[in-house]
């Protein structure tokens, strides 16, 4: 696509419950990376995939979050059992590669209450 | 210590001046260095990107890169109020992903 797509655009979601946040990279990009930022914060690395390399999930922050990327394209951000501390907008980006400036889509705006 | 350290601001310039943003990195094996502006509500969006030391310049932008110091900075001629927004440092190394400083807000007063 033209750009990176994200969805939901926003999400509200009950303590405890799991959700999936979606990132669509623009077409050709080989890196996909998903951030999270806090209100007034910067971004915070969470995972990073490569073409069919193994991906970089040193910015976890527990084992309730997960990721993957099928085909090379679309991946998904899956958090269980989430918390409140896990509010926060949830930013994906991609590359064309692993050296070049990143595209960020819109964005998914979580909110657990 | 933050591995890439920005002034949070506001750093606050009349219209028509220059505005000079800095950024400082840790790791000194850091090889790409980047500028994005991300407006309030908005996703960042990437507006430089320099290697190598010395200066890039695009436009009014000026991306100034010291190795040496590990140092970056960006300069802004002309400030308009439309640049009022907060921009974030980025630093690449090795196989890492991008580690983003918590960002600099520039308000740009007319």
């Known amino acids: 696509g033209a750009g990176v797509s994200q969805s939901p655009s926003n999400k509200v979601t009950e303590k405890g419950k799991d959700v999936e946040l979606r990132c669509d990279p623009i077409?050709?990009?080989?890196?996909l990376y998903w951030y999270r930022q806090s209100l007034g914060q910067g971004l915070e690395f969470l995972i990073y995939?490569?073409?069919?390399?193994?991906?970089?999930k040193s910015g976890l922050p527990s084992d309730r979050f997960s990721a993957e990327r099928t085909g090379g394209s679309v991946s998904t951000l899956t958090i269980q059992r989430t918390q409140q501390e896990d509010s926060a907008v949830y930013l994906c980006?991609?590359?064309?590669?692993?050296?070049?400036?990143?595209?960020f889509g819109s964005g998914t705006r979580l909110t657990v209450v | 210590q933050k591995e890439v350290e920005q002034n949070s601001g506001p750093l606050s310039v009349p219209e028509g001046a220059i505005a000079s943003l800095n950024c400082t990195y840790s790791?000194?094996?850091?090889?790409?260095f980047f500028w994005y502006r991300q407006y309030s509500g908005k996703s960042p969006e990437l507006i430089m990107s320099?290697?190598?030391?010395g200066d890039k310049e695009d436009g009014r932008f000026t991306a100034q890169l010291n190795k040496a110091s590990q140092y970056v900075s960006l300069l802004i001629r002309d400030s308009q109020p439309s640049d009022s927004a907060t921009y974030l440092c980025?630093?690449?190394?090795?196989?890492?992903?991008?580690?983003f400083g918590s960002g600099t807000r520039l308000q740009v007063q007319p």
């Open positions: 980006a991609s590359s064309l590669a692993v050296e070049g400036g990143y595209t």
């Open positions: 077409s050709g990009h080989t890196a």
């Open positions: 995939f490569q073409g069919n390399s193994a991906p970089d």
């Open positions: 790791d000194r094996v850091s090889q790409s």
């Open positions: 320099i290697y190598s030391n």
């Open positions: 980025a630093v690449k190394g090795g196989r890492r992903a991008l580690t």
